[in-house]
């Protein structure tokens, strides 16, 4: 089981927000754990990242957040 990144190992921006790919990666965790009710809100999140951002992004390996 792989397990959830720390607070420490996690890339920021200069603008104070979590890097795109860690963004996401925590986003897509997220999704796969939570009720259908939290579900629509964490895939509204998802579909807010601009298209260049989504362009770089790896979407293989995304850590498990989940028990």
Request: with cysteine; aromatic share 4%; net charge negative.
């Amino acid at each position: 089981m792989i397990t959830a990144p720390v607070p420490w190992s996690l890339a920021w921006r200069e603008d104070g927000e979590l890097a795109t790919q860690d963004r996401f990666d925590l986003l897509q965790s997220l999704v796969a754990c939570e009720t259908a009710e939290v579900q629509s809100t964490l895939i509204a999140a998802v579909e807010r990242l601009s298209i260049t951002d989504l362009t770089s992004l790896s979407v293989g390996g995304v850590t498990s957040l989940c028990a």
